[in-house]
């Protein structure tokens, strides 16, 4: 049984093979007459809408539950809940907070599971990064990509996909907010990253900017202290004007406006914000399409 729960849980090929079905106007019905779990232990507008809308699309029924209505190892074991439903559903996909219990999931091995986000990556992000940048520039390979930020789970991700792609990932980050060796060492094994120390080197040149919050869910008592440690970290116009010419700027959003960017890079005529985000829905249209094929043959 296939699952994706990190994006190089697909090889290169199959990367481009998502993204491929990802941009296709008329999708197979694979899940004609079949369900999707849908698991959030932390609630999302855009990861909840875009793969609601992908499972119709292809057909489906998805059916969203949130936390308390199954009690993950409080109410039922992570085993249990994934046991009963892989009885009702097609697939799972799960936005939980430890990726240890996607892992858990994915272990019954019953149905393709799917994480929506955890700790530590998080993988449906990045190929709506890909899937933007590709339909931006065509050809992927030999392209640059600079993240200005906190080396968290969305950078991860980005920064392994981007590698799978033949691309270069640059990332600035202050003092205490880089990659840990564990995440260097897998994303290395791809290929990159390029690290900086000042967000206007890793920007020079770059055909895409990337930023995200300082501060994601959960964080919200270090605040303060994340935008004292970010300062100098935010993307403005002068931090765009070190990029190529035809760069673009991304945000996986929701963003924190006048923290990590400013408005007129937002809705300046570079971003590409909003086709970013509707694609979440293609990317996971392409990749649910991939998994079920997958899991039918």
């Known amino acids: 049984m296939r699952h994706f729960l990190e994006i190089d849980d697909l090889s290169s090929v199959e990367l481009a ?13 694979v899940l004609a007459g079949k369900g999707m779990a849908l698991i959030f232990e932390k609630p999302s507008a ?21 936390a308390d209505e199954v009690g993950l190892d409080t109410r039922e074991s992570v085993e249990d809940v994934t046991n009963a439903m892989a009885g009702f559903h097609a697939a799972i996909g799960a936005r ?6 996607v892992a858990r999931m994915a ?24 899937l933007t940048m590709r339909r931006e520039f065509g050809a992927l390979e030999g392209r640059s990509v600079a993240y200005v930020g906190d080396a968290n789970n969305v950078a991860r991700s980005l920064a392994i996909g981007a590698a799978l792609c033949g691309m270069q990932f640059r990332i600035a980050s202050p003092p205490g907010y880089t990659f840990n060796e564990r995440d260097l060492d897998r994303i290395r094994s791809h290929g990159g990253p390029e690290i900086f120390d000042r967000p ?4 020079a040149g770059a055909d895409a900017v990337y930023a995200d ?21 935010q993307v403005d116009q002068r931090m ?10 991304l945000h996986c959003l929701p963003a924190h406006r006048g923290e990590e960017v400013v408005d007129e890079v937002l809705d300046g005529p570079r971003s590409r914000i909003w086709v970013q985000a509707a694609n979440r829905m293609h990317a996971a249209r392409g990749l649910l399409s991939w998994l079920m094929s997958e899991a039918q043959s």
Do not use: K
């Open 17 to 29: 093979r998502v993204l491929d079905l990802s941009s296709t106007a008329d999708p197979a019905r």
């Open 46 to 66: 855009r990861t909840r809408n875009s793969m609601e809308m992908a499972v119709v699309q292809l057909g489906g029924h998805p059916v969203y539950i949130q």
């Open 96 to 101: 939980v907070f430890a990726h240890d219990t």
């Open 107 to 130: 272990a019954v091995d019953r149905v393709p599971v799917v994480n929506l986000l955890c700790d530590e990556g998080h993988p449906m992000q990045a190929l709506a990064d890909l």
């Open 200 to 203: 206007e080197d890793a920007v």
């Open 213 to 233: 919050t300082w501060t994601s869910m959960g964080q919200e008592a270090e605040a303060e202290q994340r935008r004292r440690d970010f300062e100098g970290f």
């Open 240 to 249: 765009m004007g070190f990029a190529s010419a035809g760069a673009i700027f």
